[in-house]
Each structure stands twice: as structure tokens, then as C-alpha cells.
């Protein structure tokens, strides 16, 4: 069944709202797959310009008018979220007084769809005189910003959305499509990887996610090492004494390679099995396959190993399976809810 609402008018048709919307959408799709394959090598130029601009520690700065100006203010959060330091100018507080913001050398990402707002227009000249370089995105380089950067990102000819067809609606969304493709060529460049996502977010979930277990795995004094052969009571007594209690400790040879893990629980089963174990070595009442996850694993790839396996701990090795720390299930659920690990405590 059809949502039809009348319009204002009584004598108007009824408007289908659900067509309106997938009308707008499949509009702005055929805008993005069309500049998609319209992408030149000025794509590239912006890009290199970016990197190296950052690289040489100079300074980005990005501008735009009205709608244009959110998008420039948005690009800018982007690229600051992936390392890149960069900041926003309205053209229009630039004229008055801002333009001492930019310097030489500095370069300036402009948009405009029209390229011929007349703030940015005024801008232009201004910014010129201070001896930054351009990069325009706009419709064409035959624009007034066209001509007066040094390179273009032309976006071309760009139908708006239905009914109006005159609001910026597609324009405004290729310009943020753009822009995200410029940062993120920018990160293929510079070989910006998950890592630095993660050590630029660390009270996002995201970033949490995607942190190394090495960062915030129980290491060093936090983290009971035994050797297989020494008796169970030897063990209890070292892992009572390590520092946050951790309930566990990992079990190595003679050559320091991982051969088990013995926890509270396997204690617990050794108990509801009333023998004598204590003075047992401990290499004798382990299970012989622990579960160990390499210290370059992401925190989300521990938390689904974890699921996984059905297991409270974790022990972290190096590439020669020797064991360098431990990630307690707790510990983890409560670095993903933002409590800092007990190592850095």
C-alpha cells in the first residue's frame, strides 16, 4: 500500500513520499558512480599535495561558503582523525580579520560547487597574496575557483535532488564523497594503517577494537610465569603474589616455551577430586593445549577468540611461542567499556 498525503493545494495530486525519497537517493547514486569514473589524475595531484604538505609540516587549511563550508569543515575532522593536521576558515571571517591564519606555503582546499560564491571569490585573491597554494573543488576549471587554483578535483555537471532540483542536496553529497576519498587516498599514501586509527581514538569503541593486545595485556610483574615443574602448591603461592591477583599463570619448559595455562578453575577440579595434588608437579595436571593469541592480535580479535574458544584467559606469545603476557576476559570486557588495563594502572 501506497503513503499518499495530500498536498497544501486541494487541487494537487497526491504525493507518494516513499517515491520522493527513493527518487532523491537514486539521484545522488548516479552522481557518485558517475564522478567515480570521471576521476583524473588531478585526483592524484590532491592527494600527493595533502601528504606532503602534512609531511613537511605545513599548514592545511580548508574553506568553503554555506553547505560548501560544513563539508570543508567535515573534511577537515577527517583527515584530522586520520593524522593529518588541518583546521577550517570561513571565507567570511577570513575577511575580516582571519586571513592572518594563513602563511606561506600553507595550502588551502577551497570548496565551492559553483566556484563562484562571491566570499570565496574575495578569499581568493587574499589567500594568493600570502603565497598558498590552491586546491579548488568545484564543478569545473572553468570555474572563477577553477581558474585560480593550482589544482582542480572537478566534480562536473550535477543534477540536485527532486522536487526542487535547485536545493544543494547531490552537490553537497559528491563534495563529501570526494573529500573522504581524498583522505583516504592520503592514508594509502602515507601507509596509515588500523594502528594509527587506534592510537589517534583511544576512547572511541572503535579504537578500542582495533588496539593491539600487546597494550593492554597483564606483562612483566603483572603476568605469573611458572616452570612445568614446579608443584601445584609452588604455583598457587607465585600467582597469589603477583599483582592484581590474576588467577592464572602461564606454564613453560625448560626453554621458556609455552607448554600450559593452570587457573583457578583447574584448582577447583583438583579439589572436587579429593586426592593429594599439591606437591604434584604442576606440568602433570595441566591440559596441554592452551590457548594463546599473538601479541600483534587486535583487541576485537581476542574478544572473538575468547567467544570462540570459551575460555577466561588468553596468553599472549611471541613469535617463538614463549609467553609474554596474559589477557583476562575481565580485564578486556572492561578496556572495551573504557576502564584502563591493570598493567597501566
Excluded at 606561506?104 to 600570502?130: H, N, T, Y
Excluded at 572537478?154 to 564523497?177: D, F, Q, Y
Excluded at 592484581?244 to 600450559?260: D, E, T, W, Y
Aim: hydrophobic letters at 40%; one cysteine or more.
Amino acid at each position: 500500500m501506497k503513503n499518499t498525503y495530500p498536498t497544501p493545494n486541494p487541487v494537487a495530486p497526491l504525493i507518494d513520499i516513499r517515491e520522493v525519497g527513493r527518487a532523491v537517493l537514486q539521484t545522488q547514486s548516479e552522481a557518485l558512480a558517475r564522478i567515480a569514473d570521471q576521476l583524473t589524475e588531478s585526483f592524484d595531484e590532491a592527494v600527493s599535495a595533502v601528504v606532503t604538505t602534512h609531511k613537511e609540516q605545513r599548514r592545511i587549511i580548508t574553506s568553503g561558503m554555506g553547505k560548501a563550508g560544513h563539508i570543508a569543515q567535515k573534511f577537515s575532522a577527517t583527515l584530522a582523525s586520520t593524522g593529518i593536521s588541518s583546521f577550517f576558515v570561513s571565507p567570511s571571517e577570513a575577511l575580516h580579520g582571519d586571513l592572518g591564519r594563513f602563511s606561506s606555503e600553507d595550502l588551502a582546499i577551497i570548496f565551492s560547487f559553483s566556484g563562484e560564491s562571491q566570499e570565496v571569490l574575495a578569499l581568493i585573491p587574499r589567500v594568493k597574496e600570502r603565497s598558498c597554494r590552491i586546491i579548488g573543488i568545484t564543478q569545473s576549471v572553468d570555474s572563477s575557483l577553477g581558474k585560480a587554483s593550482n589544482i582542480v578535483v572537478p566534480l562536473g555537471s550535477i543534477r540536485e535532488c527532486p522536487p526542487l532540483n535547485i536545493a544543494p542536496t547531490t552537490s553537497t553529497t559528491v563534495m563529501l564523497a570526494v573529500s573522504d576519498a581524498i583522505a583516504m587516498g592520503c592514508c594509502a599514501l602515507r601507509g596509515f594503517d588500523r594502528g594509527d586509527f587506534a592510537r589517534l581514538h583511544p576512547a572511541g569503541d572503535i579504537g578500542r577494537r582495533l588496539v593491539k593486545v600487546s597494550e593492554i595485556m597483564r606483562s612483566g610483574e603483572y603476568h605469573c610465569v611458572v616452570n612445568e615443574t614446579l608443584s601445584v602448591k609452588e604455583v598457587i603461592g607465585q600467582y597469589i603474589k603477583t599483582p592484581g591477583r590474576p588467577g592464572a599463570a602461564s606454564v613453560v619448559n625448560r626453554i621458556g616455551k609455552l607448554v600450559g595455562v593452570f587457573t583457578d578453575g583447574d584448582l577447583r577440579r583438583l579439589l572436587g577430586n579429593g586426592v593429594e595434588f599439591l606437591d604434584t608437579p604442576v606440568g602433570a595436571v595441566i591440559g596441554r593445549e592452551p590457548k594463546r593469541i599473538s601479541a600483534s592480535a587486535s583487541a576485537r580479535e581476542a574478544l572473538e577468540a575468547i567467544g570462540k574458544w570459551r575460555v577466561d584467559q588468553l596468553v599472549i606469545v611471541d613469535g617463538n611461542d614463549i609467553p609474554i603476557g596474559m589477557l583476562d576476559i575481565q580485564d578486556l570486557a572492561g578496556f572495551m567499556q573504557g576502564t584502563p588495563p591493570r598493567s597501566m594502572d
